[in-house]
């Protein structure tokens, strides 16, 4: 069992579990148990190139939005 437990630590972070952390950031909530995660398992460049582009996507749905609204 504490292998399973070694091996699981030591697997690195996936995309949704990055973009789940990203969100939460954003938000500026995150639970002591996945900031460990994070800290653990992630990679800072990683990190910051999700963000950046979650930030371009949300900037890019206002603009759009806010397109649509105007011309309506």
Do not use: C, H
Not at 45 to 64: K, N, P
């Amino acid at each position: 069992m504490e292998n399973q437990s070694t091996g699981e630590s030591e697997k690195p972070l996936g995309f949704f579990q990055m973009v789940g952390s990203v969100l939460a950031s954003f938000f500026g909530v995150q639970s002591s148990k996945n900031k460990q995660r994070d800290f653990k398992r992630g990679k800072a460049s990683q990190f910051i190139a999700v963000a950046i582009l979650m930030t371009a996507v949300w900037y890019g749905a206002i603009y759009l939005l806010v397109n649509i609204v105007l011309n309506q």
